[in-house]
Antibody, heavy 123, light 107 residues
């Protein structure tokens, strides 16, 4: 069974940095694009960005470009989200998910999702 | 960016009711539309992909329809476990965007 487990969340001061991890199991991790989605408390879902199977391409929502970096280590079945210059608006649960698609450029969807890890930015 | 607008933002319904949630895209997206269900404190769960394809394991009372800019998620007969928040998401172009959510509550 495909499974994703996030870690690395916690309390961080404004202006600080944090690195989240997502460990994949039960599927061939290196064959899939991966994604990060976040959800502020009581709010809706916001896509953060994607990374290609081999890590050669990344895409981000414009508002986070330059502060957030997605990377992966296929040998470790792991996805990462490096977050810098954090502010209170970055307080959220961060989810990783696998990007599934029929074929490249076709309809794609997120499944499965991890359980999420909470990041709180506060002094 | 493609804006996704869901309506209503919340609704109250009883078990056994037929429920319809709509999602409108700010520009045409073909069938590049997915639906997710989220329960409190849990991760979202995929229900429908490609506007109308039912994810494996999802009950057949859930169905999706539409193309272009207007889409619908229908629950044919609401069950107690269906009380949750539902999100649409366009996968046509980046940035990928979600609707604001529809909270289905018990009447």
């Amino acid at each position: 069974e495909a499974q994703l487990v996030e870690s690395g969340g916690g309390l961080v001061q404004p202006g600080g940095s944090l690195r989240l991890s997502c460990l994949a199991s039960g599927f061939r991790f290196s064959n899939y694009w991966m994604t990060w989605v976040r959800q502020a408390p009581g709010k809706g879902l916001e896509w953060v960005g994607n990374i290609k199977e081999d890590g050669s391409q990344t895409r981000y929502v414009d508002s986070l470009k330059g502060r957030f970096t997605i990377s992966r280590d296929n040998a470790k079945n792991s996805l990462y989200l490096q977050m810098n210059s954090l502010g209170p608006d970055d307080t959220a649960v961060y989810y990783c998910a696998t990007v599934r698609e029929f074929h490249s450029g076709s309809v794609n969807w997120f499944d499965p999702w991890g359980q999420g890890t909470l990041v709180t930015v506060s002094s | 960016d493609i804006q996704m607008t869901q309506s209503p933002s919340s609704l109250s319904a009883s078990a056994g009711d037929r429920v319809t949630i709509t999602c409108r895209a700010s520009e045409t997206i073909g069938n590049f539309l997915n639906w997710y269900q989220q329960k409190p404190g849990k991760a979202p769960k995929l229900l429908i992909y490609g506007a109308s394809s039912l994810q494996s394991g999802v009950p057949s009372r859930f169905s999706g329809s539409g193309s272009g800019t207007d889409f619908t998620l229908t629950i044919s007969s609401l069950r107690p476990e269906d009380f949750a928040t539902y999100y649409c998401q366009q996968c046509y172009s980046t940035p990928l965007t979600f609707g604001g959510g529809t909270k289905v509550e018990i009447k």
